[in-house]
Every structure is written in structure tokens, then in C-alpha cells.
């Protein structure tokens, strides 16, 4: 005789899945402690003037800088990974990237994760060193290098604010592919209201070390 299995009494609690990221009351000294969750595929915007910790902020997701907190990854806590598997996983685009080497081609050792002409790159630019490139050249190649590690978390700390409009369009789309096709979670540091609008379903205030989430209508 088989037994009956009980049905969940209340399967639609049992088919939702863990958000991709969990943030608990995480805080530093720049800022009160923040809690919030980014689902897969979602892309959030902190807005906030210079000096109001955005920056700091994403350093401590990244666990790049010592914070009070926990953070998960897929139920998974931060410190039950080894930090360079974390930062792998929940990658960070600073404003301005370090260089280890003389050329930009010397720091990617797998094949290209976009192809460069979507980013308004061609192949010269990767054998050009690093000191004749522009700011703006910088920015875009660091965001390779960022995605030919396949990380299921962007942090991305002002990744357009050297760029001109057709470029800023470029990774725009680029990284909205990329949140798509892999279902990565994106938390956007923009001062760009309209581009909060165009890339983010929500939208975070940091001011005074305190934040709030906005609707990205109400961005002031």
C-alpha cells in the first residue's frame, strides 16, 4: 500500500524561491543599517549627493571593507565562502579601476564576454597601454573584465559618469543583456535621474547616512 504524501498547505509559499541577494542590517559608520533584497534579474538605483556613503556602501556588499551585517548569496552566507569566491560572485565596478599590467589585453586570459564594437572598442585598443587610454576607455574595459567572470551580482559604482551619450548608451544595453540572459541581480550607483528611470524598477535614497526607497517617478 503507498501513503499518500500531504500536499504543502500553502504551495504558493512553497514555490518561492530565496531572493539572489539578502542584505540584513548592514551598517558602517557612513551609514544606518540596511536591509533590503535584490531578486534575480532585478536592477536597483541608489541615488544620493557626493559623500553620502553610496560608495561605501557597495564596498561593504562586496565585502571590500569591514562592515556589521549579513549578507547571502542564494541562502548562502558571505562568511561560509571564501572572500575571493564571494567577490567573484558579487562583482564590483569602482568608479576607477586598478591595472596590473602594461595592456589592457594582459588582463583577460578567456575570450571576450562582449564583443568590443558594442562598447564602441576595437581590437587596438587592447594592445594600447593602459596610460594612453582615456578615462572613458578605462571604464569600458574594466566592465569586461568585470563580466568574463560571470558574476551572478553587479555592484556598479557610477559606470557610465565618463562617458558621452552614445557610449553611456552602449552600456546601458550591454548590461541590460547581461542581467537578462544570466538573470544577475544589478545594484546601480547613478546621480543620473533618468538614467535611474530607463535602467531600475527601484530606486534607493542615501542622504545623511540614512535610506529610503523611492519610486523612480519621485527621484528629486
Not at 74 to 87: A, C, H, I, N, Q
Not at 125 to 151: C, D, F, H, M, Y
Not at 188 to 209: C, K
Request: hydrophobic share 40%.
Amino acid at each position: 500500500m503507498t501513503t499518500a504524501v500531504p500536499e504543502p498547505s500553502h504551495p504558493e509559499e512553497a514555490s518561492k524561491s530565496l531572493p539572489l541577494l539578502q542584505i540584513k542590517n548592514l551598517s558602517r559608520a557612513t551609514f544606518t543599517p540596511v536591509t533590503l533584497d535584490l531578486e534575480a534579474g532585478e536592477c536597483l538605483c541608489i541615488y544620493g549627493p557626493s559623500g553620502s556613503g553610496k560608495s561605501q556602501l557597495l564596498r561593504a556588499i562586496a565585502e571590500l571593507d569591514p562592515s556589521e551585517g549579513e549578507l547571502r548569496l542564494d541562502g548562502v552566507l558571505s562568511t561560509d565562502m571564501k572572500p575571493f569566491e564571494w567577490r567573484r560572485q558579487v562583482g564590483l565596478l569602482p568608479p576607477e579601476s586598478s591595472w596590473w599590467f602594461d595592456t589592457p589585453a594582459a588582463h583577460f586570459h578567456n575570450s571576450m564576454p562582449v564583443a568590443l564594437h558594442r562598447l564602441g572598442l576595437d581590437e587596438g585598443t587592447l594592445t594600447q597601454p593602459i596610460t594612453r587610454l582615456s578615462s572613458g576607455e578605462k571604464q569600458r574595459l574594466a566592465l569586461l573584465r568585470l563580466l568574463v567572470n560571470q558574476p551572478r551580482v553587479l555592484l556598479l559604482d557610477e559606470p557610465t559618469a565618463n562617458l558621452d551619450p552614445e557610449n553611456v548608451q552602449r552600456v546601458e544595453a550591454v548590461i541590460e543583456d547581461y542581467r537578462r540572459q544570466r538573470g544577475a541581480a544589478v545594484l546601480w550607483v547613478s546621480h543620473d535621474r533618468q538614467q535611474a528611470a530607463r535602467v531600475a524598477s527601484r530606486s534607493l535614497q542615501l542622504e545623511n547616512g540614512h535610506i529610503r526607497e523611492l519610486e523612480v517617478d519621485a527621484l528629486p
